[in-house]
């Protein structure tokens, strides 16, 4: 599963992913090379985190970067058929990634939760509903936590929750979950994968590696969903269909989906209503998606920058049914069918202030609606702020990807709320 102490290997991207891999590693006394395409002026705070006697290849690479490697592991940002990975299959060098180490020698058992939206919300639900039982539970993948790292404090006993990516699925080789969900599956990351097919292929490996005995949670209401039952040797059950329906704090219909996707988790794993409920009802939520930021003026502020693409930003939309609207969106992405996305923001918001690479075709498409537009998160606030009267919502729901303008949709969700914190001092 690794190579043997003093061998060296190859780590593609230094991510969390790619950072906790090179601990892992070298901790094993393997001899860690680790490769990134951004050059060492960027990276300075991430190489401080290398282990000691890392070798670094910063800036680009080539075949040379190979040389001598037992082993290769790549992050979730590198693609699985990436012209690297391609050769050093070619030359029969193993190549895995964090998360199917983390299958392979994980000792306790696993709940996997994927889909294309509400993964985050639901994992940290399950975690939370699996902590009312008798076992301890770890929460990660995805969700931002690296799980490798933690290995050694695993026992059987534990329950380890994971939000599961298509990017992270289709690099294990055998990805066994006792306990599988998929939420919905729509159209994302097309880009990487090809088509929608492929898509749901990566999806349906969690699936696929189920044994008898094991449980699927699966959206009965997701056409697609339904059709996936057939790829698991688990039991099957209808989250949708669960009973009772334990009240959950948090807006939209799809939270209320999102909470019975947890619940049904909660009872694969033998645990009564009355702390299903519980855990649902203690849940606080999850930052980045629908947060509360606060309330200024009447006007309530809410962060879901973890909206990274149409569909999300669909549910986002919905989730106020009623309340008049002011949309923060745009950003990175393309390819994306907007239809639905267009016509509910035309029906439900007030005003709409467009920024980043795809503020152009969202104008064009939003053509006679009120729309501004703004050339910094900052100046997206401030004009949010003068559309907005009280009573209303500030939603930022961008809709697309962040990599135009931000790391990530963690950093846009932060640069927000300092963003409407500072407006409001």
Not at 52 to 60: A, D, F, I, K, R
Not at 117 to 125: E, P
Not at 263 to 283: K, Q, T, Y
Not at 322 to 337: D, K
């Amino acid at each position: 599963m690794t190579p043997p102490a003093g061998e060296r290997a190859l780590v593609v991207g230094l991510g969390r992913s790619g950072l906790a891999l090179a601990s892992f590693l070298a901790g094993r006394g393997v001899r860690v090379r680790a490769c990134d395409l951004r050059p060492a002026d960027r990276m300075e705070a991430t190489l401080a985190r290398l282990p000691p006697g890392s070798e670094t290849v910063l800036g680009g690479y080539d075949e040379r970067v190979l040389e001598d490697c037992a082993a290769v592991y790549a992050s979730p940002g590198v693609p699985w058929d990436a012209e690297l990975l391609e050769r050093a299959r070619a030359a029969s060098v193993p190549v895995s990634s964090e998360i199917d180490l983390f299958f392979r020698l994980c000792p306790a058992p696993i709940v996997g939760v994927t889909g294309t939206n509400g993964k985050t919300t639901t994992t940290a639900l399950a975690g939370s509903v699996l902590e009312r039982g008798p076992r301890p539970v770890v929460v990660g993948g995805n969700i931002g936590d690296t799980v490798l790292d933690r290995l050694d404090e695993l026992t059987p006993e534990h329950w380890v929750v994971l939000e599961l990516s298509s990017f992270q699925l289709e690099s294990c080789a055998w990805p066994h979950a006792r306990i599988a969900c998929v939420l919905n599956l729509t159209p994302d990351h097309l880009d990487r994968h090809g088509s929608m097919d492929a898509y749901v292929a990566a999806k349906a490996r969690l699936l696929e590696a189920q044994e008898a005995g094991d449980d699927a949670a699966l959206n009965g209401l997701d056409p697609r969903c339904r059709a996936l039952a057939a790829a698991t040797a688990g039991r099957v059950t209808w989250f949708d269909e669960h009973r009772p329906v334990p009240p959950v704090g948090l807006p939209g219909e799809h939270n209320r989906l999102n909470a019975l996707a947890a619940a049904a988790i909660g009872r694969a794993a033998g645990l009564p209503d009355d702390a299903i409920e519980e855990g649902v009802r203690r849940f606080p939520g999850v930052e980045h998606r629908l947060e509360l930021v606060g309330e200024w003026a009447g006007v309530r502020w809410y962060n879901d920058s973890k909206a990274t693409n149409p569909d999300a930003g669909v549910v986002g939309l919905r989730a106020f049914a009623g309340a008049p609207l002011v949309l923060i969106a745009g950003g990175y992405g393309g390819g994306f069918e907007l239809g639905e996305w267009v016509a509910e923001a035309r029906a439900r918001t007030r005003a709409v202030v467009l920024l980043g690479a795809s503020a152009d075709e969202l104008a064009e498409r939003l053509a006679g609606h009120p729309v501004l537009r703004a050339g910094s998160l900052e100046e997206a606030v401030e004009l949010a702020a003068g559309a907005g009267r009280a009573g209303d919502t500030v939603l930022l729901s961008p809709a697309y990807k962040s990599y135009d303008m931000f790391a990530s949709y963690e950093e846009r969700g932060r640069r927000f709320k300092d963003a409407v914190r500072a407006l409001y001092g």
